[in-house]
Every structure is written in C-alpha cells, then in structure tokens.
C-alpha cells in the first residue's frame, strides 16, 4: 500500500504530522502512533481503522467501564483548566503568569492558605518516598535518602467569604516533588472538563523561572489507569510510615522537616484521598451519562434536576438522609436513570482500582518496622528494582462493578455527586434558607406527641425525655436536658415526615408557668440546622409537664410540640424555576460546582460569589513540550519499528521514561545500544510466563491493547520478533548473554539505564 503523502519531502511530513497529531489528541492511541509512522511514509499497510472489524474483535470492551484506560484522551484539556492552574496563577493588569512558590514549602503553605484550618495538619497530608514506583524512582540514585520524592495530597475544605466561594482542593490535587530532578508532576482536577490533568512543572529550582506544561496523558495513564491518582494499600512500605524509611531519611536530611512528614496515619490519609478521588470519575460518567434518554432531552434535564434537589437535601441534612420516597424524584430520576442504565450499562458499570499493592524496598511485600539487614550490606540502586508484580503498569481489575435497578442503588450516587461540593456551599444555602424561610413566612407544620418525662437519676436536675408514638400518629423520640436546658435528642421519629438523630440543643431553663414546667429548646447553634430528609428545618421545640407532689423517680405525663417549617420550598422552587427558564443547565455535561452552585444562588436571589473554577479566562496558555521529531532517525529503516511502537511514550524530552526515540540518527542509534539490554528484557517479557517475569513487558498491556491489538496477538507477532531480535543482536555484540537467566545475572537494575550519562 502506497502512503498518500509519499510525494511530499519528509521535513514537511513531519511538520504535518506534528500539527496532525496534536489535533488528533482525542482520538485513540493507536491513531498516534501510527499517525508519526503513517505521515512520514512509513508502513502505512499495517495502520488499523478504526473501523477495522478485527480491532473490534481483538480488543478487550471497555464500554462498561467507567473509565476506559487505552483512551487517555487529548493532553491539552479540552475546557477548562486545572485547579493547580487556577491556584498558580498571577493575575495582574500586565496579564496572567505562573507563579510557582520555591522551596517546595512555601508552595504547601500557599495551599493552606487557601483552606480552613479546622482540619488537622491545616488540610494537607504530605509523605517522603525515598524508594518508590513513579517514573522519576531512579533520578536521585544511589543517594536515595538525601533526595527522596515528596508526595502531597489535599484533603481540606476551602477557606470561603461572603463574596468568595473558594478553590476546593479537597481530594483535587496531588503534587510529587522531586528535587534531584527540580520537577513537579502534578494530578489536579479540572472542573469543567470532568476530569484529572497531568502537569509536569519543570525547572523548579532557586533563581530559575518555572515552566508548567500538560503531560503526555498515554504515558501517565499507563500507570494511573483510572485516570486519577493512585497510591499503595497498607502499610505504606515505601512511605515514613515505614519506621527504617524514616530513621534512614533521618539521617540524612537537614534541610527537610522530616517530624513534619513522618505522621504515620499521612499515608492512610493520602490513600484514602486518592479511593475518593477516583470515585469522581465514575460519578461524573453516571451524571452526565445515566440520565441522558437520547429520545427525550427534557426528560434527561429532569432527571438530573430531581437528582440535584435530592444531593442538596442530603447536603442540608448534613449527609444523613433525603426525601427518597418523593414522587418527581422517583418518577424523573429513578425511573430515567433505571432505563438509561439497562441500556447503557446492563452488566454494571466497571470502576477502575487506584490501589497498589503494598512494597517493601528492603524486600518481601510488606513493612518491616526495625531489624532486617543493616544499612551498609544493602545495594541502593538494587533495591530500587520493582518487581514484574508490582508494577503500577500491570493491568488492574475493576476495583468493583456498580449496578442501579431502582431506588435502593440511588442513594449511593446522591451522596456521591454530593462530593463535587464544599461543604460550605451548604452552610450558606443552609443559612440563607433559614434567613429567607422567617422573612417571607414560610409554612410551617406542628407535630405533637404525649411523653415521659424523669428525673434521671433521681434527686438531679437532669430530665429523661421520652416519647412513644401510638397507632402511629404523633411523636417518637428519646433525649436527655439538664436544668439548664441544654441537652441533646438522641432520636426523632416524626413518622412519614421521616427521622433526626443526635440533634444537640442550646441552653435554654426550664420555667414554671402557673401549674406546668415549660422548656422552649432551641437546636444548638451548628453549622447546618437540624432538618429532616425532605429539606424542612426544626424551628422550635417546646415540652411541658405538671408541677406535681410526686416522687421525683416517677415519670410524670408531658406534651410535646415540635415546629417545622418548609424554607427548603425556596431552594425545591428555584430548581423548577431553573428548569423551566434555562434547562441547559441540566443538560449533558460535567457536573460542575461553580455552573449549578452559581445559577441556584442567582435564581435564589443570594448574594454574588465567585465561583471557582468552570472557565480558563485570564489564563496563562495551556501548553504541551513537544518533541521535535527528527527526519533522519525516523527515516532509518531498521529503526522504523521503535518510532511505530515506541514513540507515544518515549519520543518525548523527558527523560522519565528515557526518551531514547529523540534526536538525530546517530543519538537513536547510540540510545538504543545503550538501552538494549533492559528493551530485550522488557520484550522477552511478552513470552515469558507471568509467574517468572523480572519486569513487566514493554510496551505495556494497556498500549499494546490502545495500538490496536490484544495481548494473545500481539505475544504471537512478527513486530514483536522484529523488535526482539533487533536489540538481541546489540545486546550481543556488546558481549553480554541474550538468554534472560544470563543477562539477570546481576539483577536488572546492574543493566545499563537506557540514556547514557549525559
């Protein structure tokens, strides 16, 4: 088969295929690769369409899965931009430029700055790995303990004002820092684009200007399969949560205030952030997705408005409960999304796994905690190895399959899309609900009840309060008051009305009025008021009993009426409002805080707030670094098959992983000598059984899967043999053994890397 654009010179090839292969940045793998190939003139024979009935056939189905890890999708995002982005960014009347804080400390504390300090450790958990399994694990050998990589995750709410909003960072943005390489790589979501970007920050060193540049999503995704963070399970081996990690690193480092990162629950903090995180994902695919009845677009916009009424009751009631049993919500919103989701979806939605398994850099698979070899007997760079099954860029099954056959899956995904929001986009809808509700007189409804009430124990002032409700009608509750009023009401059924637990009650005394004992309670103080699943409020709460000879052990009959008011009406009226008048904002598209929070407050008539962070105005540009492909290695025939396979994720000027596609002719040919050694254990990997493999193959599953192929094939092939013995005759003619026992002598890391010292 003849290339359609073999009449053009090759320079201009190239050019093209650059420009090509940037547009073409949505498109599947495979495209890419085969895009620097196919454009240069190259073995256009072998390109597989998309349409190809054997790519269907030979390719695992992703379609259930939530996210599908052989579609990295483009690298620039495609709306919107980063949280690290909107927290980096300068914004003066000359423009807008990254501002990027050094040392690496004053960059956490410009991220605390922007949370509440409730939490503690200000909101941020922070871990040293000297010894771990990213792409930068070897920049710092052998001196592992004086550079290790700094891993820091954000877990608190964001500060807020009355005007601000905040930047919620919560479980939204992940830095490693690696100070032998002066580099960021950062993980941080992207609000408008409903989905994790990948940034690599680069010359993050004192008196340098910091360049920030989106990453190659085909690389990172390798690993971070569900696109979004990932981290190790217990007991964090390779973390200070190791206690010879820690007194290693102590040894070593002056400068780092290693105390400050040694909190042994850091890790657990940070693995429990990254589960978080990941769940976005499958949310945001069921948000935009599960509703969506392609035949009818208002029924779509229903669901997701009915959807959002219940996620703001279930906000307001301080993530207890919501008005399950209403009828729009399960008519528009279960009813839809049931259908959808049989449709879509009839085997479950697979969620990917962000757990690693635990690693041990002093060997075995878990923690040791003291004892072992002593620090002078162990090889540094030997330890660094990561073995085959441990591998972040193994495969991973789904971490669980979620299904929804009706009312009872729902209440997962109501708490879930809960989380796209602060927890102080409640308190102030919270507040200005019950601010609203008094001015205009919003209805109210009065349930009372007969009750007990006992001195407990006898001769204190401490009331028993207890309420048991008959032939279901009136008030069921237990609680305790003090004579001063205060106390707390453990349980509250008010029957179809549904249930409160724990509500805490302010200090208010007891008053005797004429022949009866009067307490006007009032719910304590807190952030959120005291309100039932359909979104009503307790506003007021009133017990009297007889003033009575009785012994004080003795429970004495009480009444009880308990106030309600429906100030939720307000927020239930401005979602139909919503619907009625701009609809769009229901419509197919990423669940955004800022979009839904700013159209409610407006429609509310609630005071303005910024919001971020669903737009990319007054911006620095988004930028990739691309590498410049050079004409005279790629038109080398005996290298084509390396440019074919290889180039997505080492034709790139990083040198993690070694780039060892980039430059001229000669360089190629140089990195590939120097690099065979490690490429045919790598290679030989695909044919060697699971159970004995050294390393994982390369390229990994996942390329080899997003290239257009399966494994079982691809194990079987001519370009797999061409590769093969290509570096297994540099490997020879550099003296050394092509069988894997031979060549492993030594162990892998005592192979040479795969860039020469440079």
């Known amino acids: 088969m003849t290339s359609p654009l073999e009449a053009i010179p090759l320079l201009r090839m190239l050019d093209v295929a650059k420009a090509v292969i940037f547009h073409h940045m949505n498109r599947p793998l495979h495209h890419r690769a085969l895009l620097v190939a196919c454009l240069a003139g190259l073995a256009c024979a072998g390109a597989v369409s998309a349409d190809d009935p054997t790519l269907t056939e030979a390719t695992p189905d992703y379609a259930a899965w939530a996210v599908d890890p052989t579609a990295p999708g483009p690298d620039l995002p495609p709306a919107g931009r980063s949280v690290f982005d909107q927290l980096v960014t300068d914004r003066t009347a000359g423009g807008a430029a990254y501002r990027i804080p050094f040392p690496f400390w004053t960059l956490i504390d410009q991220i605390g700055a922007q949370l509440t300090q409730q939490e503690y450790a200000g909101g941020t958990r922070t871990t040293l790995i000297p010894m771990g399994r990213s792409l930068q694990r070897a920049a710092a050998a052998p001196d592992f303990f004086l550079y290790p990589r700094t891993v820091v995750a954000v877990t608190g709410e964001p500060i807020t004002s009355e005007h601000d909003a905040g930047l919620l960072l919560k479980d939204r943005l992940y830095i490693g820092y690696v100070e032998k390489t002066a580099t960021l790589e950062v993980i941080s979501y992207n609000e408008a684009a409903g989905r994790f970007e990948f940034q690599l920050v680069k010359d993050y060193r004192a008196g340098a200007q910091p360049k920030v540049f989106y990453a190659n999503r085909a690389i990172c995704t390798s690993c971070h399969q569900n696109q979004a963070p990932i981290f190790s399970v217990a007991v964090w081996s390779e973390t200070t949560a190791n206690g010879r990690v820690a007194t290693l690193l102590g040894s070593r480092l002056s400068a780092l205030q290693l105390p400050r990162q040694s909190n042994l629950d850091f890790p657990d903090d940070i693995n429990k952030a990254a589960v978080r995180a990941n769940a976005l994902l499958p949310l945001q695919r069921a948000w935009q997705h599960g509703c969506a009845d392609m035949a009818d677009r208002a029924r779509s916009q229903r669901c997701r408005a009915r959807a959002f009424i219940a996620l703001l009751q279930y906000g307001l009631t301080g993530e207890r409960d919501f008005d399950s049993g209403a009828a729009d919500y399960l008519r528009d919103f279960v009813g839809t999304l049931a259908k959808v989701w049989r449709e879509r979806w009839p085997a479950g939605m697979s969620v990917g796994q962000s757990d690693l398994p635990d690693r041990n850099p002093f060997g075995g698979a878990s923690a040791t905690y003291g004892g072992g070899s002593e620090e002078s007997s162990l090889d540094w760079t030997a330890a660094a190895h990561v073995p085959a099954q441990l591998d972040p860029l193994n495969p991973r099954l789904a971490r669980e399959v979620w299904h929804f056959a009706g009312a009872m ?350």
């Open 409 to 758: 899956d729902a209440p997962r995904l109501i708490a879930g899309w809960s989380k796209f929001f602060a927890a102080d986009d409640f308190r102030a809808l919270n507040a200005y609900l019950l601010e609203q509700g008094a001015r205009v007189g919003a209805p109210a409804t009065v349930y009372r009840g007969a009750c007990t009430v006992t001195r407990d124990p006898p001769a204190t002032s401490e009331l028993k309060l207890k309420c048991i409700r008959s032939h279901g009608i009136g008030v069921h509750l237990a609680g305790r008051f003090d004579g001063a009023g205060g106390g707390r009401i453990g349980w509250l059924d008010l029957g179809p009305a549904g249930q409160l637990r724990d509500i805490p009650f302010e200090h208010t005394p007891v008053q005797r009025v004429g022949s009866e004992y009067i307490l006007h309670a009032a719910a304590k103080g807190q952030t959120l008021a005291a309100r039932l699943p359909d979104g009503r409020s307790l506003t007021a709460f009133e017990v009297r009993w007889p003033v009575t000879a009785a012994k004080e052990a003795e429970p004495l009959a009480a009444t009880i009426e308990i106030s309600v008011t429906d100030d939720f009406a307000l927020a239930r009226q401005a979602v139909d409002r919503l619907l009625e008048k701009h609809p769009s904002v229901f419509d197919e598209a990423p669940l955004a805080r800022s979009r839904l929070m700013r159209a409610l407050s407006s429609e509310l008539g609630m005071p303005d707030r910024a919001w971020c962070c669903a737009d990319d105005d007054a911006m620095p540009p988004a930028q990739v670094d691309q590498a410049v492909v050079n004409p005279s290695a790629i038109a080398q025939h005996e290298l084509q098959p390396f440019f074919r396979y290889c180039s997505v994720c080492h034709l790139t000027r990083e040198t993690f992983p070694p780039n060892f596609l980039a430059g001229d002719e000669q360089e190629v040919a140089a990195n590939l000598r120097h690099c065979a050694p490690r490429m045919l254990v790598r290679l030989a990997a695909w044919r060697t059984p699971i159970e004995q493999r050294a390393k994982t193959p390369m390229p990994p599953v996942t390329a080899i899967q997003a290239l257009g192929t399966a494994p079982e094939h691809w194990m079987r092939s001519q370009e797999l043999e061409q590769l093969r013995g290509y570096v297994e005759s540099l490997t020879r003619q550099q003296g050394r053994p092509a069988d894997m026992a031979g060549l492993l002598k030594d162990g892998y890391e005592a192979l040479p890397r795969c860039l020469p010292a440079r």
